[in-house]
């Protein structure tokens, strides 16, 4: 039995002839750039997620650097992220000479709640950023009812949880990404719905919005070599397109199996006393992007260690949180005590979790995770 972290060829051996096909259509085509493709993706993922508009580019953090450009931020504007996170979000703030501000965030979710936001809140905050950490939505409706009295765009950080349904007090459901001004994501290739090479998009419910955003991912330009603002090039290439309209006609799949794995280790690790159990928010479904474990009494690096020596591989993300980051020293500003954030650098571990994760791999993972606390 050898276990992986995420497996990515089992994964495409069980879609191999379509994914195949995909590509060779592609390549005999060779209309690598803005091939139909592209565009079938675009409705196809407007249609998936009820987004208003999807408009594709090159990889996540390109994402989140469209969005801050195209709400007109001025340098010097403050932007709220989480410090427990990964830094794409934070560093394309530092970029465009924006203001990172880093916030706490909550034990029991991995993500900000108003509660943390407003300790970084300033006369500059434009904007903030919420990171659906690990699968699962932040706390959106009171994110989005705090940010419209306090006038900030909302950008959500979806790399991690497309798939995922939001449920408002009143009932009704919206899908992460598409709740905030912009949402963004990624499709990596271990991202829940991950292309062969580097994916992003931006969705928007907002015409003029996406007008903008999609004339961010070409230069700027509104009629071809008419460059209104400054942009860039940020384009999600055909084959990748292709590759993507196969696997998203198995997302729901995909997720159904990262929750099913999920609920094996739930119940199979509960009596551990020396570990807590990732916690499932009611307002959110979780879509698992990872299973993370918060190992007490500061045994992780143990329990890494044990876990490696049986063949169980395992990560921890993120080590480090970004206001420890060399890279934002003098840049960033750090608004309020960031210790939960810390102990949770500290003590996470996230166990293998991926689409092929067989019940007798689980079973061998749970076994040894409880012999070590034994
Ligand atoms: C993966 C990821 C990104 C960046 O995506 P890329 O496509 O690698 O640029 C941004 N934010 C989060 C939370 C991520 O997990």
């Known amino acids: 039995m050898k276990i992986q972290m995420c497996d990515l060829v089992g994964q495409y051996r069980k879609i191999q002839p379509e994914v195949d096909g995909a590509i060779s259509q592609v390549i005999n085509s060779s209309a690598f750039i803005n091939g139909p493709q592209v565009k079938e993706f675009k409705a196809n993922l407007e249609k998936y ?3 208003g508009h999807v408009i594709p580019c090159a990889n996540g953090t390109d994402a989140l650097q469209i969005a801050l450009m195209a709400l007109g931020l001025q340098p010097g504007d403050e932007v709220i992220v989480p410090a427990f996170t990964y830094v794409a979000a934070a560093e394309v703030i530092a970029l465009l000479k924006l203001v990172p501000v880093m916030v706490d965030v909550d034990r029991e979710s991995f993500n900000i709640t108003p509660a943390h936001i407003e300790k970084g809140l300033s006369s500059k905050t434009k904007a903030m950023i919420p990171v659906h950490l690990f699968g699962q939505s932040c706390p ?6 705090f940010a419209q009295k306090h006038h900030l765009f909302i950008i959500e950080d979806n790399a991690q949880a497309i798939g995922a349904w939001y449920t408002f007090s009143n009932g009704s459901k919206r899908q992460t990404g598409t709740i905030g001004h912009i949402g963004c994501t990624s499709f990596f290739p271990t991202k829940n719905l991950g292309c062969f090479g580097d994916g992003g998009a931006l969705t928007t419910e907002d015409d003029l919005l996406a007008e903008r955003l999609r004339m961010m991912t070409v230069h700027g330009q509104a009629v071809k070599y008419h460059h209104e603002v ?11 397109a292709a590759i993507l309209n196969v696997k998203l006609r198995r997302l729901d799949e995909y997720t159904h199996a990262r929750q099913r794995a999920a609920k094996i280790y739930s119940e199979g690790l509960k009596d551990v006393a020396g570990i807590a159990l990732p916690g499932e928010m009611p307002y959110s479904t979780h879509v698992y992007h990872q299973y993370t474990l918060k190992v007490k009494d500061g045994r992780r690096n143990a329990l890494k260690a044990y876990l490696s020596e049986k063949g169980v591989p395992s990560m921890i ?3 480090l949180p970004l206001n420890g980051q060399n890279a934002f020293k003098g840049i960033a500003r750090a608004a309020g005590s960031l210790d939960v954030s810390k102990e949770l650098s500290d003590s996470v571990l996230s166990l293998p979790m991926h689409t092929e994760l067989t019940a007798d791999e689980q079973g061998y993972i749970i076994d040894a995770v409880k ?3 034994r």
Do not use: H, V, W
């Open 317 to 319: 993300y993120y080590p």
């Open 49 to 51: 997620t009820g987004a």
């Open 140 to 145: 959106m409706e009171e994110i989005m009812d």
């Open 371 to 373: 012999k070590f606390f």
């Open 230 to 240: 400054l942009g860039c090039n940020s384009r999600l290439d055909t084959l990748q």
